[in-house]
C-alpha cells in the first residue's frame, strides 16, 4: 500500500474563530448548568430506536403472519437499526452519550446490531473522517471504489455519467456490506496501517472479535429465524436483506447530504502536506445542515443533519445541536466564515444528487 502524505492543519488563525467559539458554547452549558453529554430526551429515544428493531424482530419469529406483513416489519426494523445507528452508536462511541465511559462503551457497542465493527467504525469515522474531512486519499467516507465518483480528484470512469441515477440503488447496501466484506477489508488495511485509538485492543484480538461477533450475528438474525420460523429458507434471506436495506439506503443519504454536496468544499493540501485553513474552519468549508428546523428530521437523524456542530464539538452530544447552532452560525458570520445549510431535506436532496451528476461528467 502507497504511503499517505502527512497532512497538517494551518495554525493562521487571526481572529481565533474557534477559541472565541469555544468559549461561547462552554459559556452556554455552564449558564444553564447542563452537561455536554445526553440526557433523559436521548435516554427515552433509546429506548424508542431499539423497540423499533427488536420488537418486530420478536413478533416475526414467535407469531403467523401474513407475509407481506412480515415483509413491512422486517422494514420497520430497519427504520430501527438506522435511529439505533444515528442516535444511539454515533454518540456512544464518540463518548458524547454519557459521562460514564462503561456507558458510552456499552452504546458504542450497538454498533454490533447494525453488523458493524467498533474498532473499525472509530478509525473510519472518528479519525479519518473527522480528522480529514472531505481530503481525497484521506477521508474514507469520499471513496466508492470505482463505482461511484465523489471527488473531483477522483479518477473519472465513463459510467459515471449515469451515476445519479443508479448510486441511490447502491446506498441502500451500506450495512450489508459491513456485514459481509466491509469490517474484513477494513480490518485488514487499519492492522496493516498500524491505526489505533486510546484502549484499542491488539490485532489478534480485533481479529478474533470480529469473527466471533460476525458468528453470533447472522446465527441471531438468519440462523435462528430459519430454525423457529414455518417459511422457506429464502424468504428469511429476503427479510434480512430488506431489514439491511431500509437501513443502509436512511443511512447513506444522511450521511451523504453532511459532505457530499455542492456546497461543501474537497480542499487538497500545498506540495509541503498543509492545509490553507486551519482544521475548525476547515469544517465549516466541507460540511452541511440540512433540514434543521424540521422536529421530525433531528429527532430522528440523531443531530446528523446538525452535522457542522457535531463535526466541530463531536464530543457534545446531538441533544444540544439545536441550541449551540444558534451560537456557531451567529460566530461563523461575525467572522464572515461559510455557515452551509439547506432549509429543508428535499433541497440538499436536490443539491446532493445534481452534485453527482457534475462529477459524473468527463473533466475537460
Same mark, same amino acid.
Given at each position: ?15 481565533? *474563530? ?10 452556554? *452549558? ?10 433523559? +430526551? ?7 430506536? *431499539? ?28 427504520? !430501527? ?9 454515533? #454518540? ?29 467504525? +472509530? ?5 479519518? =473522517?473527522? $480528522? ?6 484521506? #477521508? ?15 479518477? @473519472? ?25 466491509? #469490517?474484513? &477489508? ?5 492492522? +496493516? ?15 478474533? !472479535? ?7 450475528? *447472522? ?14 429458507? @429464502? ?12 437501513? !443502509? ?13 455542492? #456546497? ?14 486551519? @482544521?475548525?474552519? =476547515?469544517?465549516?468549508? $466541507? ?11 433531528? @429527532?430522528? $437523524? ?59 461528467? &468527463?473533466?475537460?
Amino acid at each position: 500500500m502507497q504511503a499517505k502524505q502527512r497532512l497538517r492543519f494551518s495554525r493562521k488563525d487571526p481572529k481565533e *474563530f474557534f477559541k472565541t467559539l469555544n468559549i461561547r458554547v462552554n459559556q452556554y *452549558f455552564k449558564e444553564n448548568k447542563i452537561e455536554k453529554t445526553g440526557n433523559w +430526551k436521548l435516554y427515552l429515544k433509546t429506548i424508542v430506536m *431499539f423497540a423499533l428493531m427488536i420488537a418486530p424482530y420478536v413478533v416475526v419469529i414467535t407469531l403467523s403472519l401474513n407475509p407481506w406483513l412480515k415483509l413491512v416489519l422486517c422494514m420497520v426494523m430497519g427504520i !430501527g437499526m438506522a435511529g439505533i445507528g444515528m442516535n444511539v452508536m454515533h #454518540d456512544g462511541n464518540h463518548g458524547s452519550y454519557s459521562k460514564y465511559p462503561w456507558v458510552n462503551t456499552f452504546m458504542g457497542s450497538s454498533i454490533y446490531l447494525l453488523a458493524g465493527n467498533v474498532f473499525n467504525w +472509530k478509525i473510519q469515522h472518528n479519525v479519518l =473522517h473527522h $480528522t480529514y474531512t472531505n481530503i481525497h486519499g484521506h #477521508d474514507e467516507d469520499l471513496e466508492a471504489g470505482r463505482i461511484l465518483r465523489f471527488s473531483k480528484h477522483s479518477e @473519472w470512469m465513463p459510467h459515471h455519467k449515469f451515476q445519479h441515477y443508479y448510486s441511490i440503488i447502491l446506498y441502500g447496501l451500506l450495512t450489508l456490506n459491513w456485514a459481509i466484506t466491509t #469490517d474484513f &477489508q477494513q480490518m485488514k488495511r487499519y492492522t +496493516k496501517r498500524k491505526l489505533s485509538y486510546l484502549n484499542s485492543k491488539k490485532p489478534s484480538m480485533q481479529w478474533i !472479535g470480529l469473527f466471533l461477533s460476525k458468528i453470533l450475528y *447472522f446465527s441471531i438474525w438468519i440462523v435462528l429465524p430459519m430454525i423457529l420460523i414455518d417459511a422457506p429458507w @429464502w424468504s428469511v434471506l429476503i427479510g434480512f436483506v430488506v431489514m439491511h436495506y431500509t437501513a !443502509g439506503l436512511i443511512l447513506s443519504v444522511v450521511f451523504q447530504l453532511a459532505h457530499v454536496m455542492e #456546497d461543501a468544499e474537497m480542499p487538497e493540501p500545498d506540495k509541503t502536506g498543509t492545509m490553507k485553513n486551519t @482544521w475548525a474552519i =476547515h469544517q465549516l468549508t $466541507t460540511t452541511v445542515n440540512f433540514s434543521t428546523k424540521n422536529r421530525i428530521v433531528n @429527532w430522528f $437523524t440523531g443531530g446528523l443533519n446538525h452535522q457542522i456542530e457535531h463535526h466541530i464539538f463531536p464530543h457534545i452530544s446531538h441533544i444540544h445541536y439545536t441550541k449551540i447552532a444558534k451560537i456557531v452560525k451567529k460566530t461563523a458570520q461575525e467572522f464572515n466564515l461559510p455557515y452551509n445549510e439547506y432549509k429543508t431535506t428535499r433541497s440538499a436532496v436536490l443539491s446532493h444528487f445534481k452534485y453527482l451528476k457534475q462529477m459524473g461528467m &468527463q473533466p475537460s
